[in-house]
T-cell receptor, first 113, second 114 residues
Framework: DTAVSQTPKYLVTQMGNDKSIKCEQN?????MYWYKQDSKKFLKIMFS???????INETVPNRFSPKSPDKAHLNLHINSLELGDSAVYFC????????????FGSGTRLTVV | DQQVKQNSPSLSVQEGRISILNCDYT??????FLWYKKYPAEGPTFLIS?????DKNEDGRFTVFLNKSAKHLSLHIVPSQPGDSAVYFC?????????????FGQGTTLQVKP
């Protein structure tokens, strides 16, 4: 029973398309995150929600829009995809309190062609 | 502006020997540090952490050392096993943010040879 699950695992799409990545956690955690791992392998935070409230919104193009219908779900919608959006996107969750660390999903590899 | 850096992209050690992975940071506000391990096609998994009030934390074969004056931390794995072969990420957070935001390094790929 996967703790943090992301779908799809792989996504290949053309420039200009709109796509969504879904994330669900069954750990009862209050906080969820989206991270992007770029070509240089750095994991960079994009967004964070705590109990459906946006608490972190890094400098990300507004083509990226997160949505959290409830505290167990955090989806990422991307409009007008560009070549530079190709990356691996990781969803993560954590209980309140940073010391607990994150539980990550297995990632979604997005390739824009 | 990378606040957390892992300057060695890769490390190769013999099974049974010690693996030492290094991490440097620049932000003096960081007060909590974590190491994550990542296998291919999987998400990173939490390994060990250390608070800035400590200089060492040990968990089985894994020990993390923190040198605050040098803004440097290291992960020691003793003895190294082939199953330890993975990418290791160092991460840091600042208590002032209280959002759980972690800043990650770019990872070091460890290969443990049988």
């Amino acid at each position: 029973d996967t703790a943090v699950s992301q779908t799809p695992k792989y996504l290949v799409t053309q420039m200009g398309n709109d796509k969504s990545i879904k994330c669900e956690q069954n750990l009862g955690h209050d906080t969820m995150y989206w991270y992007k791992q770029d070509s240089k392998k750095f994991l960079k935070i994009m967004f964070s929600y705590n109990n459906k409230e946006l608490i972190i919104n890094e400098t990300v193009p507004n083509r990226f829009s997160p949505k959290s219908p409830d505290k167990a779900h955090l989806n990422l919608h991307i409009n007008s995809l560009e070549l530079g959006d190709s990356a691996v996107y990781f969803c993560a969750s954590s209980p309140n309190g940073r010391q607990a660390g994150y539980t990550f999903g297995s990632g979604t590899r997005l390739t824009v062609v | 502006d990378q606040q957390v850096k892992q300057n060695s992209p890769s490390l190769s050690v013999q099974e049974g020997r010690i693996s030492i992975l290094n991490c440097d940071y620049t932000n003096s506000m960081f007060d909590y540090f974590l190491w994550y391990k990542k296998y291919p096609a999987e998400g990173p998994t939490f390994l060990i952490s250390i608070s800035s009030i400590k200089d060492k934390n040990e968990d089985g074969r894994f020990t993390v050392f923190l040198n605050k004056s040098a803004k440097h931390l290291s992960l020691h794995i003793v003895p190294s096993q082939p199953g330890d072969s993975a990418v290791y990420f160092c991460a840091a957070s600042a208590g002032s943010s209280n959002t759980g935001k972690l800043i990650f390094g770019q990872g070091t790929t460890l290969q443990v040879k049988p």
